[in-house]
């Protein structure tokens, strides 16, 4: 599947307060539910982590490969599933495909787990 052909992301770079803050709509739920369930596998987890901890932002796909014991293709479909939801994005130069985050898609998700440590004491739902 070619970048042109992925799924529409939302822009969800000027949303997501905490959820303390206000409600999420239903869109904006189901997009970033789809980004939450995208790292709840823990390859896929693991491979966002590997990419953005990469020295110079991006990495190539056979040093990714080369960091599990599934298989190539498996590693593909895991990364596919990363770009399909605006996690993750790829250039191919030449035989090779490079990787670097998307870090707005990823600051959304990280603004709404984002709650301050007595928002939720303060409004009863820690005991």
Do not use: N
């Not at 593909?76 to 998307?102: F, N, P």
């Not at 709404?112 to 004491?121: C, M, T």
């Amino acid at each position: 599947m070619s970048s042109q052909e992925l799924p529409v992301v939302p822009d969800l770079s000027t949303c997501c307060t905490p959820l303390t803050d206000e409600a999420l709509t239903d869109d904006v739920a189901a997009s970033l539910a789809r980004g939450f369930k995208a790292l709840g596998d823990p390859v896929r987890l693991r491979l966002l982590s590997l990419i953005a901890s990469r020295a110079g932002g991006e990495v190539c796909v056979c040093d990714l490969t080369d960091a599990f014991t599934v298989t190539g293709p498996t590693i593909s479909h895991h990364l596919k599933v990363l770009r399909e939801v605006g996690l993750i994005d790829c250039q191919r130069r030449g035989t090779w495909v490079y990787y670097w985050i998307v870090p707005d898609r990823l600051a959304a998700l990280s603004r709404l787990l984002d709650v301050p440590v007595g928002a939720a004491a303060a409004a009863g739902s820690i005991r």
